[in-house]
């Protein structure tokens, strides 16, 4: 696993799920799909478990893991680059992929294969810098993680644990023995999704809830619970059953 619990450990970004041993459960990197252990799905191809299933919908929902990545807007290649990795991927040869290119050369294609696996190289020693770089700054440096099926999260969403802490106490009141309740809704979403994560919180990780203990919990943190419920369910902080008899913290 990675050294942030809440974010998919490479082995699965590259089937493009993960699982919840403790929930039993696999859960799309790329949606809100989730598979239960013990249950049967219909396929193409007739009858899965979960873990089947889970590939399944991630080939078809989504064209399969490397198509998902490729796609994603922070894979930060260039789209020539992005091009030849498909086109590896799909077995093509070097005169294949050059023609592909508008005619180039193969050396030009070798060139871009090695650039590839020096940009791996390089994300290698990056990963490293960074895993150091957490151990050593104080928290206050450091950007708050949210879970990591979490929607719209990029550069416009990171926060420093005192930028964060800044936020709650604009926005939360600590109310004596009743917990925290908002005393406004923020327009920007930087600001829903920390207020949003805070609020996440109040779920034990692990434990099922109705949408009924839901709402318990919701209600004193803001009249229009429904919204934050809702809120919390777009965003993926919260997860839930299809007919919304159970809910979960991911």
């Given at each position: 696993m990675s050294e942030h619990p809440l974010q998919p450990s490479i082995e699965e970004l590259v089937q493009g799920y993960s699982h919840d041993a403790e929930k039993g459960q696999y859960r799309c990197l790329y949606c809100s799909?989730?598979?239960?252990?013990?249950?049967?799905?219909?396929?193409?191809?007739?009858?899965?478990?979960?873990?089947?299933?889970?590939?399944?919908?991630?080939?078809?929902?989504?064209?399969?893991?490397?198509?998902?990545?490729?796609?994603?807007?922070?894979a930060g290649l260039p789209?020539?680059?992005?091009?030849?990795l498909h086109l590896l991927y799909e077995g093509k040869s070097d005169s294949e992929i050059a023609e592909a290119l508008g005619g180039k050369s193969s050396s030009t294609v070798r060139n871009h294969r090695f650039a590839l696996r020096r940009r791996e190289a390089e994300s290698r020693s990056f990963l490293a810098l960074m895993r150091l770089l957490d151990r050593k700054q104080p928290d206050t440096q450091r950007f708050i993680q949210y879970p990591a099926g979490v929607a719209?999260?990029?550069?416009?969403?990171?926060?420093?644990?005192?930028?964060?802490?800044?936020?709650?106490?604009?926005?939360f009141r600590e109310l004596p023995g009743q917990g925290i309740t908002l005393t406004a809704w923020p327009k920007k979403q930087k600001d829903k999704l920390v207020l949003l994560r805070r609020i996440a919180g109040l779920f034990e990780e692990g434990r099922p809830y109705t949408e009924k203990e839901v709402n318990a919990i919701l209600a004193p943190v803001w009249a229009d619970h429904v919204t934050i419920r809702r809120y919390l369910i777009e965003y993926r902080f919260l997860d839930r059953k299809t007919d919304c008899s159970e809910y979960w913290r991911p």
């Open positions: 799909a989730s598979f239960e252990d013990g249950l049967i799905y219909p396929i193409e191809e007739g009858n899965a478990l979960a873990e089947r299933a889970a590939a399944d919908h991630v080939a078809e929902s989504h064209g399969g893991a490397f198509a998902a990545l490729l796609a994603m807007e922070n789209d020539v680059q992005k091009k030849v719209a999260q990029d550069e416009r969403a990171m926060v420093s644990e005192k930028e964060a802490e800044a936020m709650e106490a604009r926005y």
